[in-house]
């Protein structure tokens, strides 16, 4: 990585502060991170591209009379007629909702750094790639295989009128791979990958290929899909997604704006009693993890909706001001790190308790409906269909609908085991409208 920061660079951000606030600025806050990443990728089972990147930028944020200026920049030479042109955008500017950034705040220690993820070399890095592809193309030469591999190193700094000065520093990987199989008329795109920030034991090209080795083999067989309400199975890769709508739903500014369906429920039950969602930022080297937000407010654990009862919203510093409430640590009044305590059965037991219903990898258009409110209509992009607790065959032309509010609100079950990262188990959602073109 370019040259570390140091006690000058935090000498120049609080400056650029100082003179912010001395040009009439009643907030400031400057964040600045670098970083460094490298990459590898096979296409068509080649070593396609190798790259090496660095990347510096800052942004100044200044609230002038109530109004809001921003400005990018990434010569840290250039930066005190950023703080200029931010003031003076300021009387152009947004609407801010607070004065001026908080104090110093105690936070939890969080690790997102480690040294071993440094490690992954290039040689490592290709030979990943090329164990994947090697076990794919195994199973099938004739599809088209793509592998890759990155890593990453990062530094940031932030700085405000409050007088926070927090620096931190973090590092990443991500391993995957996918392929696209053509029989004919018949196309199946399939793929799987992981990713965190030590390089430990997660780091498995064998699990990766293996992953996208199982939806092959499952799709070896063609079968007609169930009709009417079925049950569906999702794997717990895709969980999160089904929790979607409820993380939209939670965002403050929805709320404050009234566009949320959960702006008039906090205490009500809008979810399934066994269902609770948290947001946990202080998970070690989880991807999301983070001890502050951008405007320096200390990041919490939260519990969303807990056995199905909604017990808050989220809010960063401007959405709080605007909503009359306080920040709950939360960046862009988002999660961190969603998370859903798992359920009491076994996957596998899961399964087999269905007697027929779907297994479902990935959808498409899933989120091209009326999704904050729950609504969804779309294609199967690639799912099994299940016939006493087994999987027989790929389901093609099929689409499901239906209100995943109403959805998680009846009949769920989720599984005790988690996926890697221990963010989410798998789970059973029962009722979901299935159609199909197909002939059974």
Known sequence: MRQPLNDTTRDVLQQAVEQARKLGASAAKIGLSQGEATSC??????????????????????????????????????????????????????????????????YAQVKTYSERTLTLSW?????????????????????????????????????????????????????????????????????????WCDLNEFFDPDVVSQKVLENLRWAEKTCAPPRGRVPVFVPSERMGMWLWPVLMGVNGRSVAKGESPLASRLGQQILACNLTLRDDPHRDYAHGACEIDPDGIPTRKHTIVEKGVLKMFLYDLDTAGLAGTSPTGSPGCGTCRPCLDPGKDSQIKLLSQVEDGLYVCDLIGFGQSNIINGDFSCNVGLGYRIKNGEIVGRVKNTMLAGNIYDLLSGGVRLSRETDYTGAWPCGVIEGMACSSSETN
């Open 41 to 106: 990728g096979f296409e068509a089972g080649r070593l396609k591209q190798a790259d090496r990147s660095e990347s510096l930028e800052y942004v100044v944020k200044v609230i002038v009379n109530g109004l809001c200026g921003e400005t990018r920049g990434n010569r840290l030479e250039d930066i005190s007629s950023m703080v200029e042109a931010a003031v003076w955008l300021a009387k152009v500017g947004s609407v801010a909702h607070f004065d001026h950034f908080p104090e110093p705040q105690d």
């Open 123 to 195: 040689d490592k890095m290709i030979e990943a790639c090329g164990q994947i592809v090697d076990c794919l193309k195994a199973y099938d030469p004739n599809m088209w295989i793509e592998s890759s591999v990155s890593c990453h190193e990062s530094e940031s700094l932030l700085v405000t009128s409050g007088g926070v000065c927090h620096h931190s520093t973090s590092t990443g990987w991500g391993l995957g791979a996918s392929v696209q199989r053509i029989q004919g008329t018949d196309m199946l795109l399939t793929g799987y990958g992981r990713g």
